[in-house]
């Protein structure tokens, strides 16, 4: 059974920073590209940042130059810093992962529980 456990989240101020962390644990394979989406009351979930297993990174345009996606292989983990923090990016970030695990193995995505962070003006 694979899970993927997230932290970090909570109030901050405009301007403020806040780093989320997303663990991934159980029988794990092989991790393939991990990233960070998010959901605002009444939208779509969307793509915030996304990182290979290689380290190649891609950013949503309304966060580029103020978030950070980063990942430590060895923990099997991903991190959001998020800087610069605006209203606008308040929202619940989930973390999602693709993992190939079990025999045979099988790759799927995984998606974090979710965890709300709060930009006050």
């Known amino acids: 059974q694979v899970q993927l456990v997230e932290s970090g989240g909570g109030l901050v101020q405009a301007g403020g920073s806040l780093r989320l962390s997303c663990a991934a644990s159980?029988?794990?394979?092989?991790?393939?590209?991990m990233g960070w989406y998010r959901q605002a009351p009444g939208k779509q979930r969307e793509l915030v940042a996304a990182i290979t297993s290689g380290g190649s990174t891609n950013y949503a345009d309304s966060v580029k130059g103020r978030f950070t996606v980063s990942r430590d292989n060895a923990k099997n983990t991903v991190y959001l810093q998020m800087d610069s923090l605006k209203p606008e990016d308040t929202a619940v970030y989930y973390c999602h992962a693709d993992i190939a695990s079990g025999w045979p193995l099988w790759s799927s995505g995984y998606w974090g529980q979710g965890t709300q962070v709060t930009v006050s003006s």
């Open positions: 159980g029988s794990i394979f092989r991790i393939d590209a």
